[in-house]
């Protein structure tokens, strides 16, 4: 039995969650979900945005199932990932049929180090002076490109790329450079290359089927799997997972999106998505694919919500998405 915290977070994050988990509540799953708070809304009723309760149960337990973070993500889902040290966050960008996008064979996944770079939060002012302190170490920069070196060989892709500014930034880049191209030379069944960051969103829009996996620093990598998404359809089909050696964060890559919070419209399809990561992490390969193709199937038929240009609440596209299970 697989024990899952169940994390809704704020905004559009309980209505996502609610559809994911109708999803997953068709299969026979040995899963055992315990619904915690934590957010915006826990900061006013509990005066932490992550209360200790949700903390601990989190590092006790299997994985962590989130929706969305409001204005305290920094609160909340950034720290989880520090304190449960997931060190990889994967966001997959997939063109679907029938989902209106600038590209209909996108199929890249991102890798992101999650632990350091200027999203450790070391900021401080003297005297008018703002600062910021961008951590990149050997040992992190190592575990990331390696790992995303072992995805690709597990995913069967072909290539691996990495994002830096070593023109500029010459030692917290420069390192994180030196040691993609240390690594990739112990893969020589995976091709390799490195572009700076800058011209690698110009290439991004202009020929994004060059990119197979993508491995990058923190704050580049969530740039850049934004720009994914929105190649691909936005937001509303992109999911992600955070990995460590022990624990495990599922969530959309999505915010809380206050302005259509409550209305019933969001888009349920990342959260789902994520789910389908959650169920692979763990083994079940094929009730993962189940879904997909179901998601693939309602995509395709245009059964969607407004953003993708249909009719449907989120509940309804989640009973549309079950049905086909």
């Given at each position: 039995m697989k024990?899952?915290?169940?994390?809704?977070?704020?905004?559009?994050?309980?209505?996502?969650?609610?559809?994911?988990?109708?999803?997953l509540e068709e299969l026979d799953l040995p899963f055992d979900y315990i619904w915690m708070d934590a957010g915006d809304d826990a900061e006013k009723r509990y005066g932490k945005a992550l209360p200790d309760e949700t903390l601990e149960e989190a590092k006790k337990n299997d994985a962590v199932l989130f929706g969305a973070a409001g204005?305290?993500?920094a609160d909340v889902i950034v720290k989880l990932r520090f304190e449960?040290?997931?060190?990889?966050?994967?966001?997959?960008?997939?063109?679907?049929?029938g989902v209106k996008c600038l590209y209909d064979d996108v199929d890249m996944i991102i890798v992101r180090e999650n632990t350091e770079c200027l999203y450790k939060g070391l900021e401080y002012e003297v005297d008018g002076v703002t600062i910021a302190t961008r951590i990149i170490t050997r040992k992190a920069s190592e575990r990331i490109i390696r790992y995303s070196f072992e995805l690709a060989r597990k995913e069967g892709r072909k290539r691996v790329t990495a994002l830096h500014k070593a023109n500029v930034m010459r030692k917290t880049c420069g390192l994180f450079r030196d040691i993609?191209?240390?690594?990739?030379?112990?893969?020589?069944?995976?091709?390799?290359?490195?572009?700076y960051i800058d011209a690698?969103?110009?290439?991004?829009?202009?020929?994004?089927?060059?990119?197979?996996?993508?491995?990058t620093t923190n704050?580049?990598?969530?740039?850049?799997?934004?720009?994914?998404?929105?190649?691909?359809?936005?937001?509303?089909?992109?999911?992600?997972?955070?990995?460590?050696?022990?624990?495990?964060?599922?969530?959309?890559?999505?915010?809380?999106a206050f302005d259509i919070a409550g209305k019933g419209i969001a888009n349920p399809t990342a959260m789902i998505l994520t789910?389908?990561?959650?169920?692979?992490?763990?083994?079940?390969?094929?009730?993962?694919?189940?879904?997909?193709?179901?998601?693939?199937?309602?995509?395709?038929?245009?059964?969607?919500?407004?953003?993708?240009?249909?009719?449907?609440?989120?509940?309804?596209?989640?009973?549309?998405?079950?049905?086909?299970?």
């Open positions: 024990r899952i915290v169940v994390i809704p977070g704020d905004g559009i994050g309980r209505e996502v969650m609610d559809a994911a988990m109708l999803v204005e305290t993500a449960l040290e997931t060190f990889a966050n994967i966001r997959p960008a997939k063109s679907f049929p993609f191209r240390g690594v990739a030379s112990e893969y020589p069944d995976i091709e390799s290359n490195d572009y690698a969103c110009m290439y991004m829009v202009t020929n994004p089927q060059h990119f197979d996996v993508v491995v704050m580049f990598g969530d740039i850049v799997s934004d720009l994914a998404a929105g190649l691909v359809g936005g937001l509303g089909l992109a999911p992600s997972a955070n990995i460590g050696e022990r624990h495990a964060i599922f969530e959309p890559v999505h915010g809380a789910a389908t990561m959650m169920l692979r992490h763990f083994g079940y390969i094929e009730e993962a694919k189940k879904i997909e193709r179901a998601v693939e199937a309602v995509l395709a038929e245009g059964k969607t919500t407004p953003d993708l240009g249909g009719k449907l609440k989120t509940m309804e596209m989640a009973e549309e998405i079950a049905r086909r299970l």
